[in-house]
């Protein structure tokens, strides 16, 4: 079973960047495609990025143009760059394969405006 531990989220205001960082652990993690999901109280969780096995992305309209993930294979982490931040972006974002194992804690992004 696959474990996800999400990092790198804080309080940033519009217009700035975070990293976000998520580390898996699993002897599968190269095998399956992987996106970053983010949730807000009441309202379902979106996958708002993906990345194949091979490096192939795919964003959500609202992270087009502003994020970027990508993997390491040979470190087992994934990684979600946001720029140009909104407050609207502010969930808590987590990461999981496309079909999902257990979630992770996920970690807090907050933008203020």
């Known amino acids: 079973q696959v474990q996800f531990v999400e990092s790198g989220g804080g309080l940033v205001q519009a217009g700035g960047s975070l990293r976000l960082s998520c580390a898996a652990s699993?002897?599968?993690?190269?095998?399956?495609?992987i996106g970053w999901y983010r949730q807000t109280p009441g309202v379902r969780r979106e996958i708002i990025a993906a990345?194949?096995?091979?490096?192939?992305?795919n964003y959500a309209e609202s992270a087009k143009g502003r994020f970027t993930i990508s993997r390491d294979n040979a470190k087992k982490m994934v990684y979600l760059q946001m720029n140009n931040l909104k407050p609207e972006d502010t969930a808590v974002y987590y990461c999981n394969f496309l079909t999902p194992e257990p979630w992770g804690q996920g970690t807090q992004v907050t933008v203020s405006s």
């Open positions: 699993g002897e599968t993690f190269g095998l399956n495609p």
């Open positions: 990345v194949s096995t091979g490096g192939g992305t």
